[in-house]
T-cell receptor, first 112, second 113 residues
Framework: QKEVEQDPGPLSVPEGAIVSLNCTYSNSAFQYFMWYRQYSRKGPELLMYTYSSGNKEDGRFTAQVDKSSKYISLFIRDSQPSDSATYLC????????????FGAGTRLFVKA | DVKVTQSSRYLVKRTGEKVFLECVQDMDHENMFWYRQDPGLGLRLIYFSYDVKMKEKGDIPEGYSVSREKKERFSLILESASTNQTSMYLCASLPQGRPYEQYFGPGTRLTVT
């Protein structure tokens, strides 16, 4: 079993839709939960991160972490064609510092 | 703005060749990483370095080596390229104390024929 599971999609939605992207994980030591966005032919860029449990909102984006279920989500409201990209969840533990585990990434298409 | 640059965007090499991939970051970050990205597998860590001349194996180090002689530069070496090393290679840097914020380069698409 992979430490982090993410549905690769692709996910295709109309402009303006609410998008829900999800990951599950198995390592209860993870404390940092990140979402990276990767446009075609570019490297990933950090979109949002959450420390431990709870929600975090940034404009049209909301990240949720449910540690009891080992489940994290990213919601995109009022999706735009410019949101079309691959979204990777990522996680790391509080100790041992450097190692981040990435999901496989979900490819999102937002159609105008 | 943090900038991570990689020496080539596209590279085609023959089986058995020695291949060098270079990565440079301009923000004085202590930590640097090499990943490969394959469809359905996500990013897999090859090697990382937390200081000059220091290196640690990641999850898939076989067939690779690294060099970090200067803080800003981290090189990935394929000792004898094989077709199963055809992949996208991504370099990243990470500031100390912010384990959530990796900065990635644009990637090198390596094809081994």
């Amino acid at each position: 079993q992979k430490e982090v599971e993410q549905d690769p999609g692709p996910l295709s939605v109309p402009e303006g839709a609410i998008v829900s992207l999800n990951c599950t994980y198995s390592n209860s030591a993870f404390q940092y939960f990140m979402w990276y966005r990767q446009y075609s032919r570019k490297g990933p860029e950090l979109l949002m991160y959450t420390y431990s449990s709870g929600n975090k909102e940034d404009g049209r984006f909301t990240a949720q972490v449910d540690k009891s279920s080992k489940y994290i989500s990213l919601f995109i409201r009022d999706s735009q064609p410019s949101d079309s990209a691959t979204y990777l969840c990522a996680m790391s533990a509080d100790t041992g510092g450097f190692k981040t585990i990435f999901g496989a990434g979900t490819r999102l298409f937002v159609k105008a | 703005d943090v900038k991570v640059t990689q020496s080539s965007r596209y590279l085609v090499k023959r089986t058995g060749e020695k291949v060098f991939l270079e990565c440079v970051q301009d923000m004085d970050h202590e930590n640097m990483f090499w990943y490969r990205q394959d469809p359905g597998l996500g990013l897999r860590l090859i090697y990382f370095s937390y200081d000059v001349k220091m290196k640690e194996k990641g999850d898939i180090p076989e067939g690779y080596s690294v060099s970090r002689e200067k803080k800003e530069r981290f090189s990935l070496i394929l000792e004898s390229a094989s077709t199963n090393q055809t992949s996208m290679y991504l370099c990243a840097s990470l500031p100390q104390g912010r384990p959530y914020e990796q900065y990635f380069g644009p990637g090198t698409r390596l094809t081994v024929t």
